[in-house]
């Protein structure tokens, strides 16, 4: 994902999907809040933007570099645990897979995660990253105070309120400053029992809104141009260790059939699109059902070696059974050549000038396309989808956003762009990209 041997002037920088590509003329690597400010100074001094490149898992342009570009990539670790508050700080470059670990050492765990762990924790809570579970926000939810340089040089401590700067930083696209140090509400240490099954999309569909309520977590895999959905459902425990045998057979199972075997049909898909509906069919029949019990850090995530572009995006919880059977019917019509399962999660609403949710109960509906097949017409055609349906995308998938889209969906923006004007008054953090998004 991020190699620091590859961290040098002028290189090219691209993203984890390969899709955004920049050569940024000044790279640094911070080992210090001072550095920090440091270089944030020079680039106000120097007109020059900085992005925050983070693990560069976004699919959109937001951790694009155009002048400099700034890992945290050596300010990572656990800095304090408060016990009695649930409380735990972190170094923002802090990537997710390293956080379990560290927490469970003092007895506690992350309140959610995703299935994805390369993000770093500063990347993750700028984009509004996110687990499923109806009852549980995104990991910027989380938060209780923000460390952050801001665009002046200045470096500020914030304790999470109901004031202006709480609700722009929840999600900021990194538009405020550098996050430097985060600290976060845990909880004690938990496991999590995992059970996979395969069903039919009518099935899951009439007891989904049952479901979720019953279940800490429940996440679809739904199969295009196929009656067939995977569901994935997570609840706490009391902690319980998988053994070392235990995790060996689950990593190799999940490395042969979801991640070898879904290779071998997407190379399929890329030489024959037209094959896509049965590709998608015969992984459908071959998904993997079972059951198993783990330390929550060790279930939530899963390895994803086949690379894909992805477009996400949020929609009421109230919409998504009306939204799936339309998907669902235009599968079935076979106009498009898609062999990527659907992601399908919900989430709490939630506070946050530019949260997905604005407040609302939740469903995150996740579409890919394998890389080196042409995403274009079928993430166009899921853009005029999600219109109907008040679509929000998550800031680091790709989207047809413009400016008028995102002052149309975020009521709040206009008080984001004040706070955001009063931490970065000389547009050090605000990119040609995010200027395309918030300006009209």
Same mark, same amino acid.
């Given at each position: 994902? &991020?190699?620091?041997g590859?961290?040098?002037?002028?290189?090219?920088?691209?993203?984890?999907a390969?899709?955004?590509?920049?050569? *940024?003329?000044?790279?640094?690597?911070?080992?210090?809040?001072? %550095?920090?400010?440091?270089?944030v100074?020079?680039?106000?001094?120097?007109t020059k933007?900085?992005?925050?490149?983070?693990?560069?898992?976004?699919?959109?342009?937001?951790?694009?570099?155009?002048?400099?570009?700034?890992?945290?990539?050596?300010?990572?670790?656990?800095?304090?645990?408060?016990?009695?508050k649930?409380?735990a700080?972190?170094?923002?470059?802090?990537?997710?897979y390293?956080?379990?670990?560290?927490?469970?050492?003092?007895?506690?765990?992350?309140?959610?995660?995703?299935?994805?762990?390369?993000?770093?924790i500063?990347?993750?809570?700028?984009?509004?990253?996110?687990?499923?579970?109806?009852?549980l926000?995104?990991?910027?939810?989380?938060?209780?105070?923000?460390?952050f340089?801001?665009?002046?040089?200045?470096?500020?401590?914030?304790?999470?309120?109901?004031?202006?700067?709480?609700?722009?930083?929840?999600?900021?696209l990194?538009?405020?400053?550098?996050?430097?140090?985060?600290?976060?509400?845990v909880?004690?240490?938990?496991?999590l029992?995992?059970?996979?099954?395969?069903?039919? &999309?009518?099935?899951?569909?009439?007891s989904?809104?049952?479901?979720?309520?019953?279940?800490?977590?429940?996440?679809?895999?739904?199969?295009p141009?196929?009656?067939?959905?995977?569901?994935?459902?997570?609840?706490?425990?009391?902690?319980?260790?998988?053994?070392?045998?235990?995790?060996?057979? %689950?990593?190799?199972?999940?490395?042969?059939?979801?991640?070898g075997?879904?290779?071998a049909?997407?190379?399929?898909?890329?030489w024959?699109?037209?094959?896509?509906?049965?590709m998608?069919?015969?992984?459908?029949?071959?998904?993997?059902?079972?059951?198993?019990?783990?330390?929550?850090?060790?279930?939530?995530?899963? *390895?994803?070696s086949?690379?894909?572009?992805?477009?996400?995006?949020?929609?009421?919880?109230?919409?998504?059974?009306?939204?799936?059977e339309?998907?669902?019917?235009?599968f079935?019509?076979g106009?498009?050549?898609?062999?990527?399962?659907?992601e399908?999660?919900t989430?709490?609403?939630?506070?946050?000038y530019?949260s997905?949710t604005?407040?609302?109960?939740?469903?995150?509906?996740?579409?890919h396309?394998?890389?080196?097949?042409?995403?274009? *017409?079928?993430?166009?055609?899921?853009?005029?989808?999600?219109?109907?349906?008040?679509?929000?995308?998550?800031w680091?998938?790709?989207?047809h956003?413009t400016?008028?889209?995102?002052?149309?969906?975020y *009521?709040?923006?206009?008080?984001?762009?004040e706070?955001?004007?009063l931490?970065?008054?000389?547009?050090?953090f605000?990119?040609?990209?995010?200027?395309?998004?918030?300006?009209?």
């Amino acid at each position: 994902m &991020f190699s620091v041997g590859k961290w040098k002037n002028g290189e090219k920088w691209t993203n984890w999907a390969g899709n955004i590509i920049s050569y *940024p003329s000044e790279m640094y690597l911070p080992r210090s809040i001072e %550095e920090v400010v440091n270089v944030v100074s020079h680039a106000r001094d120097t007109t020059k933007t900085i992005r925050v490149t983070g693990a560069a898992h976004s699919f959109s342009a937001v951790a694009m570099p155009e002048h400099i570009a700034l890992s945290l990539h050596n300010m990572r670790g656990l800095i304090a645990v408060n016990s009695e508050k649930q409380e735990a700080t972190f170094w923002a470059g802090t990537y997710l897979y390293e956080m379990g670990p560290l927490l469970a050492k003092h007895g506690f765990a992350l309140m959610n995660m995703g299935d994805i762990q390369e993000q770093t924790i500063a990347g993750a809570i700028s984009t509004g990253t996110h687990g499923t579970g109806v009852t549980l926000g995104s990991l910027s939810s989380t938060v209780t105070a923000w460390g952050f340089v801001d665009g002046t040089g200045t470096y500020r401590e914030h304790l999470r309120g109901t004031d202006a700067l709480s609700e722009a930083i929840h999600v900021s696209l990194g538009m405020l400053g550098v996050l430097v140090k985060v600290t976060m509400q845990v909880m004690p240490l938990y496991s999590l029992h995992y059970v996979g099954t395969r069903e039919t &999309f009518t099935k899951g569909l009439a007891s989904y809104r049952e479901d979720i309520r019953q279940h800490r977590h429940v996440e679809w895999f739904y199969f295009p141009s196929s009656e067939t959905i995977q569901v994935k459902r997570m609840n706490a425990m009391a902690p319980v260790y998988q053994s070392e045998w235990s995790k060996c057979v %689950e990593t190799l199972k999940l490395q042969i059939v979801e991640n070898g075997a879904f290779f071998a049909i997407s190379e399929l898909c890329k030489w024959k699109p037209s094959l896509s509906g049965a590709m998608s069919r015969l992984a459908a029949a071959n998904v993997i059902e079972g059951e198993k019990v783990g330390i929550s850090y060790e279930i939530y995530p899963s *390895p994803r070696s086949v690379k894909f572009q992805e477009s996400e995006y949020a929609i009421p919880l109230t919409q998504f059974e009306a939204c799936m059977e339309e998907i669902h019917e235009t599968f079935k019509k076979g106009h498009l050549n898609v062999h990527f399962p659907l992601e399908c999660r919900t989430t709490a609403g939630e506070a946050g000038y530019l949260s997905p949710t604005q407040g609302q109960e939740s469903a995150f509906i996740a579409f890919h396309m394998y890389k080196g097949m042409s995403e274009e *017409p079928y993430f166009k055609w899921v853009h005029t989808l999600m219109q109907k349906y008040k679509g929000r995308p998550h800031w680091g998938k790709q989207s047809h956003l413009t400016a008028e889209h995102v002052h149309g969906l975020y *009521p709040a923006i206009d008080k984001f762009l004040e706070v955001r004007a009063l931490y970065d008054p000389d547009d050090v953090f605000f990119t040609g990209y995010l200027k395309k998004l918030f300006v009209l």
